[in-house]
């Protein structure tokens, strides 16, 4: 069984653009999570999408926005890049996200803002 | 606020030795724990888990242990390789979401 894919691996924007991650779970899993990771704030949550509806937020701020397709895969955005973005970006699926649910986690994304 | 936090940010040890990666955490209402495992380059890979209701469980060479009275968490890797050089994180979910703590990297010297 194929794991959760990432696309690109690697991302170099600059500040102001835009940029769209991608995110395929694991066949079969409806959850979605996207987190990201920095040496200075360690791993933290963003959002979660279940059934194409975002169910859970973290405390991120509106420039990072995501959905999800009728299959589960799931993309997020972030808008007006800034300097302080530049992060490894990690999607992380799961059955149907209870807490329970072991979430297994893609390669990343890594995104460079210049 | 809640928090899930490591003792030692690194830990070297000789192979074949065994290591001990501790976690403390302050949210007494966690009931189940994750430890995950993150190589150079990959995304955290899922090593173990332990629900509130017991107090040790083992896998393949790994053992966790919980200790609710202190709020302590521990990985212990037995006979460690080469290969287990990564970084080591516990967490522990809140719904869907999971707070992870700060990491601890582990480096294995042959």
């Known amino acids: 069984k194929a794991g959760v894919t990432q696309t690109p691996r690697y991302l170099i924007k600059t500040r102001g653009q835009q940029v769209t991650l991608s995110c395929s779970p694991i066949s079969g899993h409806r959850s979605v999570s996207w987190y990201q990771q920095t040496p200075g704030q360690g791993l933290q949550f963003l959002f979660e999408?279940?059934?194409?509806?975002?169910?859970n937020k973290g405390n991120f701020p509106g420039r990072f926005s995501g959905r999800q397709f009728s299959n589960s895969r799931s993309e997020m955005n972030v808008s007006t890049l800034e300097l302080g973005d530049s992060a490894l970006y990690l999607c992380?699926?799961?059955?149907?996200?209870?807490?329970?649910?072991?979430?297994?986690f893609g390669a990343g994304t890594r995104l460079s803002v210049l | 606020g809640e928090s899930v936090g490591l003792h030692l940010p690194t830990l070297s040890v000789q192979e074949g030795d065994n290591s001990i990666i501790n976690c403390a955490y302050s949210?007494?209402?966690?009931?189940?724990f994750i430890w995950y495992k993150q190589e150079s380059g990959k995304g955290p890979q899922f090593i173990i888990d332990?629900?509130?209701?017991?107090d040790k469980r083992q896998g393949q060479r790994v053992t966790v242990l919980l200790n609710k009275t202190v709020k302590h968490l521990s990985l212990q890797i037995a006979a460690t390789q080469p290969g287990d050089s990564a970084v080591y994180f516990c967490a522990y979910p809140s719904g869907s979401r999971l707070t992870f703590g700060e990491g601890t990297q582990l480096t294995v010297n042959p």
């Open positions: 949210n007494s209402a966690s009931d189940y």
């Open positions: 332990i629900r509130s209701n017991m």
């Open positions: 992380a699926s799961s059955l149907v996200g209870s807490p329970q649910n072991i979430q297994y």
């Open positions: 999408y279940f059934s194409e509806t975002q169910r």
